[in-house]
């Protein structure tokens, strides 16, 4: 038995994809909320304080 409420797994996989395809198009067309280059300065500097907390640490 099915749940009335529920769509099927196709509906709910096409809308996936659909909203996957929206996001990149937003994406190419600058809509981005945060710069990619700020998101990679974040990383390098959570990665290079957990690589100084192991080098420094006694």
Do not use: H, S
């Not at 994809?17 to 067309?29: A, F, L, P, V």
């Amino acid at each position: 038995m099915t749940d009335p409420e529920r769509p099927p797994a196709d509906n709910w996989i096409q809308r996936r994809r659909d909203k996957i395809y929206e996001e990149i198009q937003r994406n190419r067309r600058g809509e981005y909320l945060v710069p990619t280059w700020v998101l990679t300065a974040i990383l390098l500097l959570i990665v290079g304080g957990f690589v100084a907390l192991l080098i420094f640490t006694p």
